[in-house]
Every structure is written in structure tokens, then in C-alpha cells.
């Protein structure tokens, strides 16, 4: 009995070391994905950039991102985690190495396209790895820690980025985190398994990919899960990733480091929300879908604050909108505890790709069409406060859509449909 304790716990170790590796390589992830957060004016400075401009860095990196999530999730289903973490790590680093040294703005955005290709390597192969080394009961609460840790990757970068931009400048500060990137990249290469020992990740055999994605995609609860990411997440990346510092700057008439720190406030909601929703959702599944709704309900009247109220907003009420719009961004890491629990072991990556793909085409399109928007509005003369609040109405209206799609998913959220197991084959 002893032997047996010692063995479980033995496990226990070292699925959380091998989840707290990859757990660091996320964080790694959202401080680059969300670096422009307090480097975006400093950025049209450098390049000599309007806000299409500078919204088309977000926008080249999260298309990356996005358009890569399926083939990332089902690489992670057929060949492991460890190989694709170390690709987005790479990636990542040299794109934070270019980023750091451009002079011009094609060699600036060369980095950005880096970072997002790396980026998408990572979130879903965390994911797999909770998935290989944690029973299902504990899946809920390890994303929910995940999405924490990424948080505070975020957190990093608004006022310590800033500081840091401010103390050693461009190059010195980006350089800084393409070197910490290699490092923590050889350490991956060194430790990482992709699951415990005797034990291998199910895949298909011999199914094409369009197959596998069709297959997730005729399922009404990965629908639910991308819709539920879509919807909460969405505004959450489009405000932290590049629209929130100009924003807090020209129509709340913050300081910069106000903006910092208001984004950082936003951030911190977001990661206590992801975690306490993880810990209710693995002890009380059935609240998952009354989480997201909820969530979407108040994030969307958040949004029509912004856009209606006339700014500056009272510094209360303005960080109370954040941290609600940041708080619904953390709950929306339930959509991979939903997608997991709708679908098949086996598909468990591409699921997860799939609802993962959902707020980064949100951040994509309202990143683009506010950018747009916003240089047209002051061309005609509008004055820049009221320019901004118009531009966001686009950001409102994706967010109604995203909620009105829940209400009609809401009957499959996490639900397995009801059909024959596929056969599995076994990787060797």
C-alpha cells in the first residue's frame, strides 16, 4: 500500500512538472501575443504608423494564430505536444529577435508574423498535455490554471513592459525576451514528455484531417465552445492586444501609464476569473453554460458603456467595465473544458482548436475593421474621443451576434453526442 502511495504520488509530481513547463511556455506566449498592449504608441512612433497600421501588426499575428489552430490541434492528437511546443517556442524567439532589431515597418512585421505562428503552437498543446498526464475530473480546473498563468504573461506586459521600454528602449526590452524565450525553450527540449511512461496520446488511424475537422464541426457542443470563446474572449484580446492604449489615452484622456495600469487591472480580472470559474466548473460541470451566458450578457452591456457613454468615464466606473470585459475573457477558457467534454478522447486537440479559434477571428476582424473605421472618422473631421467610441460600436455588434449564437447552443453545451466510439488506433 505504501509502494502504491509513493507511485500516485511520484505521478502526481510529475504531471504537474510537466504541465508547469508547459504552462511557462504560455505565459511565454501572452507576453509576446499582447506586447503591443503598452508598446502601441511607441510602435507608430517607430514606424511612422496610423492605427490601420498599427492594428494590422495584431491583425497579421492573430490570423497566423487563428487560421493555424486546427492543424495545430491535430498535430497535437496525432504526434504529441513536445515536438509542436518546441517548434512555437523557436518561432517565437526568433520573432521576438526580429521585432527587437527592424528598422522598417515589413521587417517589424516579419517578427509579428514570427510570434503569431509560434504563438498558435502553444495554448492547445498545454492543453494536450493536461489532457495525457490528468484524469478528466481535474481537466476543468488545470485549463482554468492555465489560462491563470497566461494572465499573468499579459500582466507582464502592461506596466513592468512599459518600465522597461521607458528604462532600455526598443531593442534592449524585446531582445530581453527573445533570449528568455531560447532558455526556456532548451529547457523544454531537455524535460517535456508528452505523456507518462507506457502511455500515448489516441489518434486516428489513417483519417484525413478535413475528415477529423468535419467531424468536430457537425458537433453542436464544439459550436457551442468556439461560440462561447468567440464571444468572451473576442473583446478581451481586441482591447488588451492593441485597440486599449489609444483608446484610454485619446477618449478617457489617461496618461500612458494610467493606460498601463488600467489595462493591467482588466488583466488581473481575467486571471481570477479563469481560475475561480475552473475550480466551480470541476466540482459543478452542469454551471458551466450558465457561467457563459452570463459572462456574455454582462460583457456585451460593458461594451455598450464604451460606446455610448461619453468619456472620460469616472475612474471607478471605467475599471469596473475593464475588469468585467476582462473577467469575461477568463471565463471563456471554459470552452476547452466544454469542447473536451463534447467530443471523443481522440479528438480532444482539434476540438480544443477549433473552440480556440473562435475569439481570435473576433480580434482579427474587430482589430481590422476598427482600425479602419477610426482613420476614416477623423479624416472627416470627427473629433478623435467621439472617433474612438464610434469605432467600438463594431466591437459591440460582434459581441451581440456572439451572444445571440450562445442562446441558440446553450441545449449542447458539453454535451457528448450520441453516436457510436470511432475505433482507435494506438500510437506505438
Known sequence: MQQEVLVLADKSWSAWLMWGLGALCYLTALFHRMSLSVAGLTAQERFSLDATGLAAFSVVQLVLYAVLQVPVGAGADRFGPRRLLLAGMAAMAAGSTVFALAASYPAAMAGRAL??????????????????????????????????????????????????????????????????????????GL????????????????????????NAWRNRGTRHAMWTHFTLMGGFVSFTAVLGQPYLVSTQGRTVAAASGLLGVMVLGFVVASTAAGQLASRRPGLRAPLVAGSAVAGTLCWVVLVVVPGPLPQAVLATVLIVIGAAGGVSMLAFDLARSANHGHQAGIASGVANMGGFMFAVVAELAVGVLLDALLAHGVAAPQAHRLAFGVVLAMSVAGTARLATLHRHAGVLPQRPEPVLAHAG
Open 115 to 188: 510570434i503569431g505562428a509560434g504563438d498558435a503552437c502553444l495554448f492547445v498543446n498545454v492543453l494536450r498535455l493536461a489532457h495525457n498526464w490528468f484524469p478528466g475530473r481535474r481537466y476543468a480546473l488545470v485549463a482554468a490554471l492555465t489560462g491563470m498563468i497566461g494572465g499573468l504573461g499579459q500582466l507582464i506586459a502592461t506596466a513592468p513592459l512599459a518600465a522597461l521600454l521607458s528604462t532600455f528602449g526598443w531593442t534592449t526590452a524585446f531582445l530581453a525576451a527573445g533570449v528568455v524565450t531560447a532558455v526556456l525553450l532548451v529547457a523544454v
Open 191 to 214: 524535460l517535456l514528455r508528452d505523456a507518462p511512461a507506457g502511455t500515448s496520446a489516441p489518434v486516428r488511424g489513417g483519417e484525413p484531417l478535413r475528415v477529423s475537422l468535419g
